[in-house]
């Protein structure tokens, strides 16, 4: 019933607050440069996949013969 529902809420409350605890610890111990040159690097092959997906669409099947 009712202390069972409250027993899983109180349950998942425990389990999220953990799980902000690690995240938080995650970032406190995060190397700025490091994180920097990973999002920049990773900005790119955004951008570069972007681009080459650009280019395909332009294409049509004459240009496949």
Same mark, same amino acid.
């Given at each position: ?7 899983? $809420? ?12 690690? %995240? ?5 111990? $995060?190397? $700025?440069?490091?994180?920097? %040159?990973?999002?920049?690097? %990773?900005?790119? *092959?955004?951008? =570069?996949s972007?681009? *080459? =997906?650009?280019?395909? *669409? ?8």
């Open positions: 019933g009712r202390l069972a529902q409250m027993g899983l $809420i109180v349950e998942r409350s425990l389990d999220e607050r953990a799980k902000v605890a690690t %995240a938080l610890e995650k970032l406190r111990d $995060i190397d $700025i440069a490091e994180a920097s %040159a990973e999002f920049a690097a %990773a900005q790119m *092959s955004v951008q =570069t972007l681009a *080459s =997906t650009a280019r395909l *669409s332009q294409l049509t099947l004459l240009d496949f013969l």
